[in-house]
């Protein structure tokens, strides 16, 4: 369980097959001093479990599943990723319920610039997700948690603040990047329970 709070950008520093796989080698300085091996950590919006850690960063395979569904097939050294550690029974719940379930990606379709560091960035809809994503819901974009500020048949929009671009990788979003989206997960109990009632 995540909150969508990234508490520090990494830096992949390898990436390279093994027999489950990828095996992703990430840099970090801040988050990596409280990793210990088996834990849970956020990647880019993909929950993960650290296999290797040492004083500059850790390790974490990537089944072919969660390479199909997100960005992180396409991760090279140099990649930048959103990172946060699981949350804890004290840890303050600052953006949402995050799993680190990723259902699939958008692509960033418009990004228009606001001043001041702010800017509204619309992505394309996944036909797939387009009902669990409401006006003023909760969206996880690359382990980001967000508000849905416009919605459309074929897109959906965000507003970035400045703090938030400068503190994760939406910032550096350029038109036709790929992200990865975890929708809220309460829309898909409540849809499942009407299904069955």
Known sequence: MFTGI???IGTIRHAGPNASGMRLEISSSAIA????????????GACLTVVERDTHGFAVDVVT???????????????????????TPTTA?????????????????????????AAR????????????????GFITLDGVSLTIAGLGKTFFEIALIP????????????SGNLVNVETDVLAK??????KRA
């Open 121 to 136: 960035l619309r992505f394309a809809l996944p036909k797939e997700l387009a009902r669990y994503i409401v006006m003023k």
């Open 189 to 194: 109990y409540v849809e499942r329970l009407v």
């Open 65 to 87: 599943e969660t390479l199909s569904r997100t960005t992180l097939g396409r991760a090279i050294r140099g990649t930048r990723v959103n990172l946060e550690s699981a949350a």
């Open 6 to 8: 990234v508490q520090e």
């Open 93 to 117: 719940l600052g953006g949402h319920f995050v799993q680190g379930h990723v259902d699939a990606t958008a692509k960033l379709v418009a990004r228009h610039e606001e001043g001041g560091g």
């Open 33 to 44: 001093q409280d990793l210990g091996i088996d834990a849970s950590v956020n990647v880019a």
């Open 163 to 174: 703090h938030t671009a400068e503190r994760t990788t939406l910032g550096a979003l350029a």
